[in-house]
């Protein structure tokens, strides 16, 4: 039996040699020579008669116990009807306007990404149900980093195509798109190795919402390759070589450079003439942030810290919905409710004392004739310390995975660069929640695990640029390098980050309670993501490189 610290103590049910279940035994039980004692439970999207499938093979294994069935429940969502719905037309809305900016900026070759990303949610979701999987938060918000990805893999090559053509090297549309996808398959294959290498660890080396996390990303990761680089390049390649086209390339949407990249050219700023002031700014706001944690803390959610539940039994049927927004306009908006049986439901809260169960139980009472207390009790942590120390060993892990395949990619000193800024990113994330109160729960958890895979994809695109550069002209100075590489970059920067904010924002305005403050944390992550990778990681990287005395190669 493993010791308690190990997120794989289970027990192995086995009949004719086959596992039947491996249920995770609850850290009180005592393990020495055996189990001594205690109990586990079995947890599954069970129908009643796969459930009692189950009791049946359970009670004909060889286990040297009897196998009772203590209590069995069906219990609904954590996220209301209404809150689903509302999440769902979020996610649709805020999918159609990204669309529609695609195509605004990239005309043709933008409708036709547009098609290859709905591709990409047609394979993710046939992979998902291939592999029985169940779609959770943190499950979500993998795919939404997968379509951020996505997006920013089709935003890359069709940017590196109107270079081409802006250069004249490439007469016409459809060669100069052919050299983009080119040129821009090296960042792609970095960001979304990357991103796989994450992905993978999380899934071997976590449990629970965290590998469930690992699922999702894996394959969307590899569902948006398969959707920019094969369906992307076919459906555009086919259509830039008609005939009307050739006459009319302004309608592809590569014969022009486009406004961001228009401005940059006329102007040319020079963003890194002061490196130092980058870094000056980007320590101030890391230690306001910081400050913010020492000052307020950390308010842990349920998940983390355990608390109270109750349930009831009414007289007449309660909908969910109806009591979360009761419970929030008595003073507990992060109270759980689902439904546990007809006429039955749980509240889930954190500790509270015996004045606020009262009051918890007059809001239920005020919202049907009858309200009968039949279960009232305190839980631990969902989220509990083995499976803490799990996510965080593999977290640690996957970060130092990537640090090396970055320092065999780009060298020690972007790669070291790279995972600063990611740290950057993550502090602040955390500080601004402390600052405003937000609790630190499975959803936000959900959102810093996509902040850092978006954080490593904005800081590769910006170094692939810089390495290209700096072995075209091997003698110019790194600052130099760099500030062309920001300003080639920019109008990437700007588009991407363009087509993911709508959908966050469609999330954070119309997604409701539940999911606001997941798309407030991916909001600020992009834009700190963002900032980072042009502001905080380039001119740590020059400042290195000027320690090191120019000595190291790109």
């Known amino acids: 039996?493993?010791?308690?610290?190990?997120?794989?103590?289970?027990?192995?049910?086995?009949?004719?040699d086959k596992i039947v279940s491996s249920p995770q035994v609850d850290p009180s039980v005592a393990c020495r020579s055996g189990i001594s004692g205690g109990s586990t439970q079995i947890t599954g999207t069970f129908d009643s008669s796969e459930a009692k499938e189950l009791a049946l093979l359970v009670n004909g294994g060889a286990l040297p116990v009897p196998v009772e069935t203590i209590e069995q429940r069906t219990v609904g969502p954590t996220l209301g009807a209404e809150a689903i719905t509302a999440s769902a037309w979020a996610a649709v809305i805020g999918t159609a306007v990204t669309s529609l900016f695609i195509i605004a900026v990239y005309r043709l070759v933008g409708a036709l990404a547009t098609v290859a990303l709905a591709c990409y949610g047609l394979i993710s979701y046939a992979a998902l149900?291939?592999?029985?999987?169940?779609?959770?938060?943190?499950?979500?918000?993998?795919?939404?980093?997968?379509?951020?990805?996505?997006?920013?893999?089709?935003?890359?090559?069709?940017?590196?195509?109107?270079?081409?053509?802006?250069?004249r090297h490439r007469p016409?549309?459809?060669?100069?798109?052919?050299?983009?996808?080119?040129?821009?398959?090296?960042?792609?294959?970095?960001s979304n190795i990357t991103t796989l290498i994450a992905a993978g660890l999380l899934f071997f080396l976590a449990s629970g919402p965290v590998r469930g996390f690992g699922v999702t990303l894996g394959i969307g990761v590899l569902a948006s390759m398969v959707s920019a680089l094969v369906i992307t390049r076919a459906l555009a390649d086919h259509a830039v070589a008609r005939p009307r086209l050739r006459r009319h390339p302004h309608l592809t949407g590569i014969a022009h450079t486009g406004t961001v990249r228009d401005r940059l050219t006329r102007t040319h700023p020079n963003l890194m003439r002061h490196p130092r002031r980058w870094l000056a700014a980007s320590a101030a706001v890391l230690v306001l942030a910081a400050s913010g944690i020492a000052v307020r803390g950390l308010d842990f959610g349920v998940e983390f810290t355990g608390g109270r539940l109750i349930e009831y039994t009414?007289?007449?049927?309660?909908?969910?919905?109806?009591?979360?927004?009761?419970?929030?306009?008595?003073?507990?908006?992060?109270?759980?409710?689902?439904?546990s049986g007809d006429n039955q439901f749980t509240v889930r809260t954190h500790q509270l004392s015996n004045a606020q169960a009262a009051t918890v139980t007059d809001t239920i009472t005020g919202l049907t004739h009858q309200a009968d207390k039949i279960r009232d009790e305190a839980i631990g942590p969902s989220l509990g310390k083995e499976l803490r120390q799990?996510?965080?060993?593999?977290?640690?892990?996957?970060?130092?995975?990537?640090?090396?395949?970055?320092?065999a990619r780009f060298r020690w000193l972007l790669g070291t660069s790279a995972v600063a800024a990611l740290a950057h990113d993550v502090v602040i994330l955390i500080g601004i929640f402390a600052w405003l109160g937000k609790p630190i729960d499975g959803v936000f958890l959900a959102a810093l695990l996509t902040v850092i895979g978006y954080s490593v994809n904005d800081s590769v695109v910006v170094f692939d640029r810089i390495r290209e550069l700096g072995r075209r002209d091997g003698k110019a100075p790194l600052a130099r390098v760099a500030n062309e590489a920001l300003l080639q970059t920019l109008p990437r920067t700007v588009n991407t980050g363009m087509g993911a904010a709508f959908i966050l924002?469609?999330?954070?305005?119309?997604?409701?309670?539940?999911?606001?403050?997941?798309?407030?944390?991916?909001?600020?992550?992009?834009?700190?993501?963002?900032?980072?990778?042009?502001?905080?990681?380039?001119?740590?990287?020059?400042?290195?490189?000027?320690?090191?005395?120019?000595?190291?190669?790109?």
Do not use: W
């Open 505 to 554: 924002t469609a999330l954070a305005v119309l997604g409701g309670e539940t999911l606001t403050d997941f798309a407030l944390a991916l909001l600020v992550g992009l834009v700190v993501g963002t900032y980072s990778s042009m502001f905080t990681a380039t001119p740590l990287a020059i400042q290195l490189h000027q320690r090191t005395q120019g000595r190291t190669k790109f």
């Open 390 to 407: 799990g996510a965080l060993i593999a977290l640690v892990v996957a970060l130092g995975a990537q640090l090396v395949y970055l320092a």
């Open 1 to 16: 039996c493993p010791p308690a610290g190990d997120p794989a103590r289970r027990v192995a049910i086995v009949l004719d």
């Open 172 to 190: 016409t549309p459809r060669s100069s798109l052919t050299v983009g996808f080119r040129k821009a398959f090296s960042a792609i294959a970095d």
């Open 129 to 167: 149900a291939a592999l029985g999987a169940t779609l959770t938060l943190p499950g979500l918000a993998g795919f939404v980093l997968a379509i951020g990805m996505a997006v920013d893999a089709n935003v890359l090559v069709f940017e590196r195509a109107r270079e081409e053509y802006a250069s």
């Open 314 to 339: 009414t007289a007449t049927p309660v909908d969910p919905d109806r009591a979360r927004t009761a419970l929030a306009d008595a003073g507990f908006p992060r109270a759980v409710v689902q439904t």
